[in-house]
């Protein structure tokens, strides 16, 4: 049976991209900073947890035409124009390229008087491990003079919310979590109707200043640099929730949750019901309720149920059962204030299939006006077309376009439950899903820059960036210069890879330092991951008594092998010949020091006792082993029959 990996690669090879998308021009650094200020609420210290609400009012003497701000904020925002929610943001990245979205409101202007309003909140500690962050602040710039009239100053208000706390996320198993914190919103003390314009904000403080903002390039730039964002706005697309599969404690009424149909827990009830969405999904959870005065409501989101935690650990098992399953993960809780009309939407999305939403009402019951999703997503649109007589290929096809849209948004991710981080190893595969089944490549021009920035002195990238924590794999940098072969060979523009061949030849440099005279790796420094994979110590392959291993001395060899040739067409002549000269001196060491002649194998190592898929699959993709042998060495690394 061929792997997943080999049926992808033949997925892939059937596809037709039909669809490139256009590139934005190289512009200039700006000179000169902007009339708007960063402004925060006074008397904040700015690094502590809060939800925070900026509004200010205008009157328009006609609706106009075009209205373009640029629009920003630390962490994150929601921008309302007279209370319909605009833009999103901002995409995340560093202090150094601190992202803007530029934004035409004129759609949602009027003649007269309009509100324009935004939520901003900060996380602090809570924060996503990929959320970098200096502190809470809000701007916002008009980008002529006319639109300038909206420059953020002390002209706008600002009031924190305290109906908010972080809510810690206690999986109940043991995971890598690190994707930010719940929400607790007490409703008797949250704002109400904070974005709406006939809300009366005149016993509002004025916003406080921080500093004039500065785009990049300006010298002695306040905290962020900021840059305009290359990536679109997400996708976002309401979504009901079809099915309840369970409910204890009450009844549900027919139709509930899949259509807008009120129900009422009764006084002093507990209900636990069990809602699936069917399918995985990104979502921003709204939840519509009335009455039930100092009710408890509890909403936990999961990829899976789990068979029972303490007997058999993570163990999903049937994933579409629920019956005697247990769930755990991030939650979100709410107190009832008992009126009619509360409202709760997540601040940030929320990736489910399962949600187990509990009810505790006291003396009054509670009525769940709706409940639904806005699901979210990077923009693709699936422009190539597979044609087969197998349909379970188009069903596979079906199910990775769908993963793979799971993990891409602002970033692209290695999961978006537990992480959400942009890891060059997970960002490389992904990135030839994109290319070959949408053609739209502004996320991955946004990862590579991303990448790019990421470097430190010593020439290498981290590992995954943007993350507030930085983590060095020292074998992700050389999956890095893939990344820009990649680009180079699969996209038409030679230009942009052109302008990162400096971050390459930096990685390169970096390994040359652990070159010995052989052209072997001996002595690599940080995590030399490469899987998880038994026989490996901590996902690193086993490295030999006298220091060697195949996998890294081929990992090596790629990259030098894609130097050569990105550096040939678009480079230096001079590199080109340096990482030729060296390629061919690590493949004739590779083949002498590692190959077993009796067991027709490539060795991970010089002692000649472990045997991975890893180096002798490297060993043909780098044309080490002759094409004679290839097809022979790849049957050996296939699993037996069972």
Request: glycine share 8%; aromatic share 10%.
């Amino acid at each position: 049976m061929k792997s997943l990996l080999t049926v992808l690669v033949l997925v892939c090879a059937l596809l037709s991209n039909k669809t490139s998308i256009a590139q934005p021009s190289h512009k200039p650094v700006a000179t000169r900073p902007w009339n708007a200020i960063w402004i925060s609420a006074p008397n904040e210290t700015g690094k502590e947890y809060g939800v925070f609400y900026f509004r200010k009012t205008i009157d328009l003497p006609a609706k106009p035409a075009t209205f373009f701000v640029n629009v920003s904020a630390d962490n994150r925002y929601k921008l309302y124009v007279n209370g319909t929610l605009v833009s999103l943001g901002p995409a995340r990245g560093d202090t150094y390229f601190w992202n803007y979205e530029h934004v035409d409101l004129a759609p949602y202007l009027v003649h007269g008087k309009n509100t324009i309003a935004a939520t901003v909140w900060n996380e602090a500690e809570s924060r996503p491990e990929a959320q970098i962050t200096l502190r809470t602040a809000f701007i916002l710039q008009g980008a002529t003079p006319v639109e300038e009239v909206l420059n953020t100053n002390n002209s706008w208000k600002v009031i924190r919310d305290n109906a908010y706390k972080p809510l810690g996320v206690s999986l109940g198993y043991g995971a890598y979590y690190v994707a930010g914190p719940g929400e607790l919103v007490d409703q008797s003390k949250t704002i109400k109707n904070a974005m709406s314009p006939s809300l009366d904000d005149k016993a509002w403080p004025a916003a406080a200043h921080l500093g004039q903002a500065k785009p990049k390039g300006v010298a002695d730039a306040f905290g962020w640099m900021l840059v305009k964002s290359t990536i679109p706005q997400m996708e976002m697309v309401h979504q009901r929730i079809p099915s309840l599969r369970t409910i204890v404690g009450m009844t549900a009424p027919l139709g509930f949750p899949a259509t807008k149909t009120p129900l009422t827990v009764p006084a002093n009830t507990t209900a636990t019901l069990i809602l699936d969405q069917t399918f995985l999904t990104n979502a921003y959870l709204t939840l519509n309720f009335s009455k039930g005065k100092g009710a408890g409501i509890s909403m936990t989101y999961a990829e899976s149920m789990f068979d029972n935690l303490k007997k058999f650990g993570i163990r999903k098992g049937d994933r579409n059962a629920v019956e005697g399953k247990e769930i755990g993960g991030r939650k979100d809780s709410i107190l009832a204030d008992g009126s009619n009309g509360q409202a709760f939407t997540t601040l940030y999305w929320r990736t489910f299939r399962y949600i187990r939403l509990i009810v505790t009402t006291k003396d009054e019951p509670l009525t769940i006006d709706d409940i639904y999703g806005t699901a979210t997503s990077y923009p693709f649109t699936m422009n190539a077309s597979l044609k087969t007589d197998n349909p379970e290929m188009q069903q596979m096809l079906d199910i990775g376009w769908r993963t793979a849209r799971m993990d891409a948004l602002e970033t692209y991710m290695d999961c978006p439950y537990y992480e959400q981080l942009q890891y060059i190893g997970d960002t490389r595969i992904q990135a030839m899903v994109s290319y070959y089944n949408s053609g739209d490549d502004r996320l991955m021009r946004n990862a590579i820059n991303l990448m790019d920035q990421s470097r430190l002195g010593e020439g290498i990238t981290l590992s995954r960036h943007p993350s507030y924590s930085p983590q060095i794999i020292s074998t992700f940098s050389l999956w890095y210069v893939g990344v820009l072969y990649d680009y180079w060979m699969y996209r038409p523009d030679a230009l942009f890879i052109k302008d990162k061949l400096d971050g390459a030849r930096g990685v390169l440099s970096f390994f040359s330092r652990y070159q010995q005279a052989d052209g072997t790796l001996k002595g690599v420094p940080y995590w030399t991951f490469v899987d998880w994979s038994n026989g490996f110590n901590n996902g690193q392959p086993q490295v030999g008594s006298k220091g060697g291993s195949a996998v890294l001395d081929m990992q090596l060899l790629t990259a030098l092998q894609q130097a050569a040739q990105m550096e040939a067409k678009i480079g230096m002549p001079a590199y080109a010949a340096l990482y030729t000269a060296k390629a061919a001196q690590l493949k004739q060491t590779i083949q002498r020091r590692y190959w077993d002649a009796t067991r027709q194998l490539y060795a991970d190592n010089e002692d000649k006792k472990v045997y991975s898929q890893h180096a002798n699959s490297l060993a043909i993709l780098t044309g080490v082993a002759a094409k004679t042998v290839a097809p022979a060495i790849a049957k050996r690394c296939l699993p037996m029959p069972a």
